[in-house]
């Protein structure tokens, strides 16, 4: 967490940093040093050590060793890099680099590696959670068992705070407050119980009232505090009772037994699950390493594998089109509002910019209502009966065009900006060549223009390539053939991996990252290639 | 110039696709009837009773002013982070320079949404330990936008960086300024119109970031806009739609501002001035 040095002490600066003139803030080279200079670096690497200080002692406190080495190594290389005068290129990359590293490539990374692990729905923890889970699940109410007075609570906001159970036991009115790491004992002048043994207040929770608690009812029903041999569960919500756990975990065997059935689950340890002889596997399982099986499924499994060319044909039709469409209009307009002899042209901008302004995913929406067949606008508008969105290549043709209407003002403006950067002599010089406009235009003007926009349209690219909005939401992926509901005419790999990932089977982020990792082979390698071409441009141009 | 009747119908034609949808946005906010099907074109009616509902019914302006803070801070940040960055890339050499601006293209290839998992496990941890920055503040999210500062924006930046003539800020070495110095009085002046340009872009693609925010911001009163106006019709879609499309009108009313004040740099232009000469 330590990239909030950097970010609280220039990132405030910048609403100024363009206008004002600022004083230089990173250390001479060979000038002397100046006041103002030297007073920016010391409030700001100041700050930089303020904010170092606030974010250690939590660290401390949760005896986080690891971060507080991150935290010191960081700013230690902070200091070094702005007091030293070597590294001069650093001082400038250092700050969003670090920004950069913490929240896109350490979620990155992490993410791509658990393409390697089973992780999802039934495991997400260890295997001793996994066994708290089995047994606290398999908790019944048996004669005998302890009855509580409950009272429901929660840390946070009534309506979506982590829920806590205040229970006083009926024998000794001592109480206890427990959550799904267990119980813990109140002391007595932190509580006030009321003449039925109910907690009515606790100091450091929110006693829910009866209308909070019956809207959180399923979550109460479900929720259960492990206790050694069972776990207390709530009957209704002002009762809870402490239950005993029909399956149990025993060491010995390496298996949970049914103490009703007397049926057992084996630990499969490479499939991180108790399974049974019949092959039944227990819901709860837990996270382990799965090594490339995730991926040769993606290949091997023709349910998917068949799919996935048609899907990445379309995919790739789709980002070129997208980006050739904006492109194109963009461009079109910028041209023809580039004269100083037009009128007219401040209103022009304004209007073509609007699509821009309006929220994307909104306008998303509205445009799926715009192609509807009875009462879209598109088809009143024109005295069309076309059911857009249900055949193939409208579809297609539909979505692109969205694209086009949201993405074009971008491409206008980039446009804009990258023609008003060249210099007018030039096209001048070639009109006096004797080159036509068209000429000019073809010769001069576009090969300049690319030299700025190639990158940018690589990235556009590369955006749309994993445009999930764009699909999922104006068609969701349709139309579907009728014999395959998993992939559809307009889907991306994208929305196509989201539905087999997260769709009715439950969330499997392991196999879903392995599919990510297979789209990120396919964008890089694609855009390398035509990375590789701009560079040769670059050199011809530039 | 004879080609500008042909500039004005090339012009006139974009304007009338860029904006009906938009109208159609307008007629159903303005419609009384407030829901999709009964909803023309052309507005029906002059009813302002949705932008009631909508300012009556929901924390739109708490939704709003969250929005205001969290995209302003992002941009302003992104850019100047952005331009530093730029300006490393484009005047400097330095070992890593070609693959580091290779990275910057390659992370962004990367299905994001995936990634949304780990944000949520390791935000987790930051809110248990810097509650300051948690779940449901706008500092953590405007630090989360940031991990995204260097990237598509400082091709951009360093694009138009390598358009100005070295010799400026040569011949300002040559009299003694520091890196420090060229950086902030000549160059930062000198590309004002692309930081306006970049600005623009980072602040609307926070307006509408929709997965992050959602993932980030649960208490109702710290939600963003895009958090906040898709709840509205998540469920009844209908009828909220009147509803939906004053709120849409009025999340783009910021972003319109903020294009106008920004346009005069714009369209001061980037070889207007000193580097023409």
Redesign the interface.
Same mark, same amino acid.
């Given at each position: 967490?330590a990239?909030?040095l950097t $970010?609280a002490g220039? *990132?405030?600066?910048?609403?100024h940093?363009?206008?004002h003139?600022?004083?230089?803030?990173?250390v001479?080279?060979? +000038?002397p040093v100046t006041l103002t200079?030297l007073t920016a670096k010391v409030v700001l690497l100041g700050l930089a050590a303020g904010i170092a200080v606030w974010?250690a002692f939590?660290?401390v406190e949760?005896r986080?060793w690891a *971060?507080l080495a991150i935290l010191a190594g960081t700013t230690a290389a902070i200091f070094y890099l702005y007091l030293t005068r070597r590294h001069?290129?650093a001082k @400038?990359?250092v700050?969003?680099?670090l920004?950069?590293i +913490?929240?896109?490539?350490?979620?990155?990374l @992490?993410?791509?590696s658990t393409a390697f692990t089973n992780f999802g729905d039934g495991h997400r923890g260890n295997k001793a959670e996994a066994i708290v889970a089995i047994q606290t699940a398999s908790v019944t109410q048996v004669p005998g068992s302890t009855e509580y007075a409950l009272a429901v609570a929660t840390t946070g906001?009534p309506a979506?705070g982590p829920l806590v159970f205040l229970v006083t036991d009926p024998a000794t009115r001592a109480v206890y407050a427990g959550n799904a790491a267990g119980l813990r004992a109140l002391p007595e002048g932190e509580v006030t119980v009321n003449s039925a043994g109910k907690v009515t207040a606790a100091r450091g929770y929110t006693v829910l009232d009866a209308g909070q608690a019956s809207a959180r009812s399923a979550e109460i029903t479900a929720f259960a505090v492990p206790t050694p041999g069972g776990a207390i569960r709530s009957s209704g919500l002002s009762r809870a009772y402490e239950g005993k756990a029909t399956r149990e975990y025993a060491e010995a065997c390496d298996c949970v037994r049914d103490t009703a059935t007397g049926r057992t689950w084996t630990a499969d340890e490479g499939a991180g699950a108790f399974v049974a002889a019949d092959g039944e596997r227990l819901a709860q399982g837990w996270k382990v390493g799965v090594g490339l099986a995730n991926f040769s499924r993606v290949l091997t499994d023709s349910t998917i594998s068949g799919p996935f060319l048609r899907t990445l044909l379309w995919n790739v039709a789709f980002a070129v089109g997208s980006v050739a469409a904006t492109f194109a209009?963009g461009l079109?307009?910028a041209l023809?509002?580039h004269?100083p002899?037009?009128r007219?042209r %401040?209103l @022009?901008?304004?209007?073509?910019?609007?699509?821009? %302004?309006?929220? $994307?995913?909104?306008?998303l929406?509205?445009?799926r209502?715009?192609f509807n067949t009875d009462?879209g606008?598109v088809n009143?508008?024109f005295g069309l009966d076309v059911d857009w969105l249900g055949g193939v290549w409208s579809a297609r043709l539909a979505v692109v065009l969205v694209q086009m209407?949201l993405g074009?003002?971008?491409m206008f403006?980039?446009a804009? *900006?990258?023609l008003?950067?060249?210099?007018?002599e030039l096209t001048e010089a070639s009109t006096v060549d004797g080159a036509g406009?068209w000429q000019s235009f073809r010769r001069v003007t576009l090969p300049l223009l690319m030299? %700025?926009?190639t990158?940018?349209l690589? $990235?556009s690219f590369?955006?749309n390539?994993?445009n999930?909005?764009a699909v999922y939401l104006t068609t969701e992926g349709g139309p579907f053939p009728a014999d395959n509901p998993t992939a559809g005419a307009t889907d991306l790999l994208?929305t196509y991996?989201?539905r087999l990932a997260f769709g009715a089977a439950g969330a499997q @982020?392991g196999f879903?990252?392995a599919i $990510?990792v297979f789209?990120?082979a396919i964008?890089?390698l694609l855009?390398?290639v035509s990375?590789r071409r701009t560079r040769r441009q670059e050199e011809l141009y530039? | 110039?004879r080609?500008?009747p042909?500039?004005?119908a090339?012009?006139a034609g974009?304007?009338a696709?860029?904006?009906?949808?938009?109208l159609?946005?307008l007629s159903a906010a303005l419609n009384p009837r407030g829901t999709?099907?009964s909803t023309e074109?052309l507005p029906t009616g002059l009813s302002l009773e949705n932008f009631d509902r909508l300012l009556s019914e929901t924390r739109f302006a708490s939704w709003f002013a969250n929005t205001m803070l969290i995209a302003g801070l992002a941009s302003?940040?992104a850019?100047?982070?952005?331009?530093?960055?730029a300006?490393?890339f484009s005047r400097?050499r330095?070992r890593g320079?070609r693959t580091?601006l290779?990275a910057l293209?390659?992370?962004?290839?990367?299905?994001?949404?995936?990634?949304i998992?780990?944000?949520f496990l390791?935000f987790s941890t930051?809110t248990?330990?810097?509650p300051a920055?948690g779940f449901n503040t706008p500092w953590g999210l405007v630090?989360?936008y940031?991990?995204?500062?260097?990237g598509?924006n400082?091709?951009?930046m360093k694009?138009?960086l390598?358009?100005l003539p070295r010799e400026l800020d040569e011949s300002a070495t040559i009299d003694?300024?520091?890196?420090?110095?060229v950086?902030?009085?000549i160059i930062?002046?000198l590309v004002?119109?692309?930081?306006a340009?970049t600005g623009?872009?980072v602040f609307?693609a926070t307006?509408?970031e929709?997965?992050i925010a959602n993932v980030f911001l649960?208490?109702t009163g710290s939600k963003t806009?895009?958090v906040g106006?898709?709840g509205l019709?998540s469920g009844e879609r209908n009828n909220n739609?009147g509803v939906?499309?004053a709120?849409?009108l009025l999340?783009?009313v910021p972003?319109?501002l903020v294009?106008?004040f920004l346009?005069r740099y714009?369209?001061s232009?980037?070889?207007?001035g000193a580097v023409?000469g």
């Open positions: 967490m990239t909030q $970010s220039p *990132g405030r600066r910048a609403p940093g363009g206008r003139r600022t004083e230089p803030y990173i001479r080279d060979s +000038a200079g974010a939590p660290l949760a986080a *971060g001069v290129p @400038y990359l700050p969003g680099t920004l950069l +913490a929240f896109q490539i350490f979620p990155i @992490y993410t791509a906001d979506t209009l079109l307009c023809a509002l004269t002899r037009m007219g %401040a @022009y901008r304004v209007l073509l910019i609007l699509p821009y %302004a309006m929220p $994307s995913f909104a306008m929406l509205v445009w209502d715009l009462f606008l009143r508008l209407w074009f003002p971008y403006l980039v804009t *900006g990258a008003q950067a060249i210099p007018r406009p030299v %700025a926009l990158p940018l690589i $990235s590369a955006f390539f994993n999930f909005n994208i991996t989201f @982020y879903a990252a $990510s789209i990120f964008v890089a855009s390398a990375f530039a | 110039m080609t500008v042909l500039r004005h090339v012009a974009a304007v696709f860029a904006l009906f949808p938009i159609f946005v999709l099907s074109l302003a940040a850019v100047f982070l952005g331009a530093l960055a300006y490393a400097m330095f320079r580091g290779l293209l390659l992370i962004q290839m990367f299905p994001q949404f995936l990634a998992v780990t944000i390791m930051v248990e330990l810097w920055v630090l989360l940031l991990g995204g500062a260097l598509v400082t091709w951009l694009g138009f390598d358009t003694g300024a520091t890196h420090a110095q950086f902030f009085q930062l002046p004002a119109p692309i930081l340009v623009l872009l609307i307006v509408n929709f997965l649960t208490d806009l895009s106006m898709y019709i739609f939906f499309c709120g849409t999340t783009a972003t319109v294009f106008q346009q714009i369209v232009g980037l070889t207007a023409k």
